[in-house]
């Protein structure tokens, strides 16, 4: 099976229709989104309709789609994160609510576990450093562990990350071996990238040969942030996607 995961597709539609056509010569037997599909960006019921539609089997909930419908105290958000969040609310539609409120937070298919933010919280957790990945490999069971949350591809395997070894960043086209060690893996954000490179992440899950190959896939920033600036979003959310910060 070759399988696509998508991650924090935060709403920016046009990152995810480019993500979807620079993929498509590759024949998917399916596509699985590790949540945050709505919030911060321009677009989100598109985003929904197009990810219920993409990702049938494998789709969970992150901590943006918990705020959109209600789940969340705002409180924690930060003001642009918070007014965002009321804007994505307000868009939605009762479907795509429903949508969301039906995600679960942790799926498990064969041997790998899927959440958004961690095995120990899925919501809300962020594996970015070996100490808390070397937590996390005691809070689920199989092999290899796919989340997102904090915006920035990386891999850790189990022994790198108990020897105290930080996550590797990989480079776009890099290819894992992911056949023997238990292995924690982030295919980056589609539609807001945070390590300083502004083009959009994800990563292709091979089950026969046992790889991951990370992608990074240049779009329409520009495009992007004129429906931002449509529909009157604020400002630092434009500027930060040229910078992928
Ligand atoms: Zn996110």
Known sequence: MKILIISD??????????????????????????????GYGPKPCECVDLVREIAPNVSIIGNHDWAAIGRLDLEDFNP??????YWTTMKLGVGHLNYLESLPNRMI??????????????VWEYV???????????????????????HIQLYITEE?????????????????DVGEERIII?????????????????????TE???????RIPYDIKLTQQQLREEGLPESLILRLSMGV
């Open 160 to 176: 790198s990350a108990k020897s105290n070894i930080q996550p590797k960043q990989p480079s776009d086209g890099q290819v894992i």
């Open 209 to 215: 040969q046992m790889t991951v190959t990370f992608r």
């Open 109 to 122: 298919e064969d041997d790998w576990t899927i959440v958004h933010g961690s095995p120990q919280h899925p």
């Open 128 to 150: 970015y450093n070996a100490r808390i990945a070397a937590i996390n490999f005691g809070f689920y069971d199989t092999r290899i562990c796919f989340l997102g949350h904090t």
């Open 186 to 206: 982030n295919p980056g954000s589609v539609g807001q990238p945070r390590d300083g490179d502004p083009r959009a992440g994800c990563a292709i899950f091979d």
């Open 9 to 38: 597709v935060h709403a920016n539609v046009v990152a995810l229709e480019t993500v979807l056509k620079a993929t498509q010569d590759i024949e998917f037997d399916d596509i699985w989104s590790l949540g945050d599909v709505v």
């Open 80 to 85: 642009v994160a918070k007014y965002a969040s």
